[in-house]
Structure formats: structure tokens, C-alpha cells
């Protein structure tokens, strides 16, 4: 059972976040993400359809020169696909899309 869809957008320097999370759209003012501290304490584990205590988002493949969290330049959308009311497989994600950022 797919999760719906979380929107964080990152406009005064702080994550605002929606509830039920499968796609992260990180929006920065500045066609680059410049704030993403506290994004590590984000639960993307929703066995209750809705955000909880998370847990190591920074182990996540973020499509990054070493495979790891580093530069998140021009990440606009990436998708996370649950299969069983949880997030599974990370490994590379599943979707990421690299487009210019838009001011909302």
C-alpha cells in the first residue's frame, strides 16, 4: 500500500512539513537546497500514515558522487516507494528527478 504524497518546502530556512510522506519535494529559494539541518530527524517511516521519530536519513543514497548524502544541488523531487505501509529498498531511491528549482 503506497503512502501519499509530503511536501517540504524550504523557504525561511526551516523545513515545513505536510503529513503522510512518499515524495519528498525539497523547494529552496536559490536554485539549490541551503536548509536542510533538522532534515535528518525527519521519519519517513509512516506505519501510522504519518511522520514519527526517524531514523538515519542521512545513510540515505541521495544520487550523490559517492553514494551518500553530500550534494543535494538542483534536487528538486525524489520518491520513495513503500510496498508495505513502510519504507523498504533506499538503495539509490527509486525516483529523482534533477530539475530547476521553482519559488512557490
Known amino acids: 500500500m503506497a503512502l501519499p504524497n509530503l511536501s517540504l518546502v524550504a523557504l525561511q530556512n526551516h523545513l515545513e512539513t505536510l503529513h503522510h510522506p512518499i515524495t519528498l519535494s525539497l523547494v529552496a529559494p536559490q536554485n539549490h537546497l541551503e ?3 533538522h532534515l535528518t530527524t525527519l521519519s519517513l517511516v ?3 500514515n504519518h511522520l514519527e521519530t526517524l531514523h538515519h ?3 540515505l543514497s541521495l544520487v550523490a558522487p559517492q553514494n551518500n548524502l553530500e550534494t543535494l544541488h538542483h534536487l528538486t523531487t525524489l520518491s520513495l516507494v513503500a ?4 519504507l523498504e529498498t533506499l538503495h539509490h531511491l ?3 528527478f534533477w530539475q530547476p528549482f521553482r519559488i512557490i
Open 94 to 96: 527509486t525516483t529523482h
Open 35 to 37: 536548509t536542510l539541518h
Open 83 to 86: 510496498s508495505q505501509n513502510h
Open 57 to 59: 536519513l542521512t545513510t
Open 46 to 48: 509512516a506505519p501510522q
